[in-house]
């Protein structure tokens, strides 16, 4: 096998395995360190060892027990050397699993017990993303739209507070599981933006395996809470925008913003099934939650057989209602541009121009602005906010097709008036 071969398979053990192996190893060791730092040194082990040994027949198998090695000899170490019945029952683990209860999916099981009421919503985020999705600091970091080292502290804290209020690392009961419900939601959504625009200089544009798995997980929680609206929503926009997936990104690796894409290129099932998933909510009667007015958003934008035939004013009466549940200035940026479609795009930067102060370090600010001032033809300031956007931009895609359209600014004259941005998961978006 090649080194690209291995390679390959270390980063998909990765994607595949890392939340199961450190799910497994919290339930034993009890320690969400302990299992993050073990399941680390195993893929460590792996990066050395595979090239030489070959990849094995069962890389989950093999990563588990290299990082059960792995911790038993870190807790050797901070242990009593003579503590010899404790250090049989490690290396034995005859113990029967616990039964699974409610959640029938150890990575599940993980979220869940991140996602512990007693911690606060950002941390269980962070921590969530970071242990079971297998993010880097930085990749939850620029989700966040914060600092490094505030994430990093905000993870840090949170693993100490389990350990020291002795927070339960169990199955959450039929119970527990409603109040646990939005703060997976949020993991999941954050989760499936990281692959659905993903950040990194040496990460590919669109990350499947993310996009996959948080659709995988959101169905699994829906089995649990069928009724759960806001789950159903959830799934529908993520089931809605992986539709669009392949027709995201164009042969040369340049993003395909949402106006130029061949539509008939979406994955039809998909996008049937979000549809379903909206009526049978609509149906309800019951007032929508967030993620049910952002899939009704992508309903509206994937009904339409052409881009021209948009509903825009249905689409800025959702968000004038997501405005009401979510006054954000992202929800707002959203908005403005569903209004540049309605009213110009010099009402629409009058707006947008407003929310600087907010969202100055955000790429897609200066993405937006930036076609709003080329639509009015004012592109020497239309070029400073594309050098902006491109200098925030963390995704290789986007990056291309705003180098682009930066160069060429003066080159076309009168040329297409309509919005290169429309709806983004938490931004304008392709």
Not at 101 to 127: K, N, S, W, Y
């Amino acid at each position: 096998m090649s080194s690209v071969d291995v390679h390959e398979a270390i980063t998909r053990a990765h994607h595949e395995e890392w939340a199961r192996v450190v799910a497994t190893l919290t339930r034993r060791f009890g320690d969400l360190d302990i299992a993050e730092d073990a399941a680390a040194e195993a893929f460590a082990v792996a990066v050395q060892r595979w090239p030489a040994d070959g990849v094995p027949p069962n890389p989950g198998a093999w990563l588990t027990t290299t990082a059960n090695h792995k911790a038993i000899d870190r807790i050797r170490r901070e242990r009593k050397r003579d503590d010899k019945q404790w250090e049989a029952r490690m290396l034995s683990d005859d113990d029967p699993p616990e039964p699974l209860g409610a959640i029938d999916d150890e990575r599940l099981r993980l979220i869940f017990t991140c996602c512990h009421p007693a911690l606060g919503m950002e941390a269980r985020v962070a921590l969530t993303l970071r242990l079971v999705g297998g993010l880097s600091v930085a990749e939850i970091a620029r989700a966040f739209l914060a600092q490094e080292s505030t994430v990093g502290q905000r993870i840090t804290r949170a693993k100490a507070k389990i350990k020291a209020t002795r927070i339960p690392y169990r199955v959450p009961s039929a119970e527990d599981l409603p109040v646990r419900v939005s703060g997976v939601l949020a993991v999941l959504f954050l989760v499936f933006n990281e692959g659905y625009l993903a950040t990194g200089p040496d990460t590919d544009p669109v990350r499947h395996d993310l996009t996959a798995e948080s659709i995988r997980l959101t169905r699994l929680i829906r089995a649990l809470l069928p009724d759960d609206g806001e789950v159903s929503g959830l799934l529908a926009l993520m089931l809605m925008t992986e539709a669009r997936r392949t027709a995201r990104i164009s042969g040369s690796g340049e993003l395909v913003p949402l106006a130029e894409q061949d539509r008939g290129a979406w994955d039809a099932a998909l996008v049937a099934e979000g549809h379903r998933l909206v009526r049978e909510r609509l149906a309800t009667g019951v007032a929508p939650g967030r993620y049910q007015i952002l899939a009704a958003i992508n309903a509206v934008h994937t009904s339409a057989r052409d881009v021209r035939d948009t509903d825009w004013s249905q689409v800025a009466a959702l968000y004038d209602q997501l405005l009401r549940l979510d006054p954000s200035p992202i929800v707002a940026l959203n908005r403005a541009i569903a209004v540049a479609e309605l009213d110009g795009p010099e009402v629409a930067l009058a707006t947008v121009d407003g929310l600087e102060d907010r969202l100055v370090g955000y790429h897609a600010y200066h993405a937006t602005r930036a076609d709003l001032l080329r639509r009015l033809g004012r592109s020497q300031e239309s070029r400073a906010a594309y050098d902006r956007a491109i200098e925030l931009a963390g995704n290789t895609a986007e990056t291309a097709y705003l180098t682009r359209r930066r160069d060429q600014l003066g080159a076309v004259q009168g040329g297409d008036q309509r919005a290169e941005t429309d709806v983004r998961l938490h931004g304008p978006a392709e």
